[in-house]
């Protein structure tokens, strides 16, 4: 939750309007509203999925002889998260880069937290819920990663969906926008 009150208080404190302009009639504050909303959401996506690259990892690292089903999981949920990862990391990171009186340490800090922050948090969680599981409990978690993910328990959506939610409907509100710029 830390890292989440830093980049609400980096985003208020910096502002962001040259990432996206605000739109007609929507005031400044309303603008550094969304625009943390929409880091927030981005966070929490980017948390998730480093949560499941964990689990894909540690279970790897202690189940060597599981990697065919392991592998195919992993990849079944990177190709179907893949474009929702991407504008979670855009919403995350562009903010802070054109924000107008960034300082480049405030842009490192941003770009440490989704590079090396949140994978470490991910790490601390997953490790400590396969510890806390039985050997048995362990294995048969990682021998059927696969099958779970296929079954849609490793689903973004259905883990953050308040968070998907806001990601896609910004990401439809820019793909709107593009095309009536494009037909203007």
């Given at each position: 939750m830390y890292w989440v009150t830093l980049l609400g208080c980096l985003l208020l404190c910096l502002g962001c309007p040259m990432a996206i302009a605000?739109?007609?009639g929507e005031s400044p504050e309303a603008f550094l509203v969304t625009m943390q909303q929409r880091m927030e959401a981005g966070l929490a996506?980017?948390?998730f999925s480093a949560k499941v690259d964990q689990y894909y990892a540690q279970c790897l690292r202690r189940y060597p002889t599981l990697p065919e089903p392991l592998d195919a999981g992993y990849h079944v949920f990177q190709d179907n998260?893949?474009?929702l990862s991407a504008a979670a990391r855009r919403y995350v990171l562009l903010p802070a880069a054109f924000a107008p009186f960034a300082e480049p340490t405030d842009r490192e800090r941003i770009d440490a937290l989704v590079d090396t922050g949140i994978p470490a948090q991910a790490t601390r969680v997953v490790t400590n819920e396969l510890a806390g599981e039985s050997a048995a409990a362990r294995y048969v978690q990682c021998a059927f990663f696969h099958v779970d993910i296929l079954a849609?328990?490793?689903?973004?959506?259905?883990?953050?969906?308040?968070a998907v939610k806001l990601i896609e409907d910004a990401e439809h509100g820019l793909a709107?926008?593009?095309?009536?710029r494009g037909t203007s």
């Open positions: 605000p739109s007609r996506i980017l948390y998260h893949a474009q849609g328990a490793y689903d973004i959506a259905t883990r953050a969906p308040e709107r926008e593009r095309r009536t």
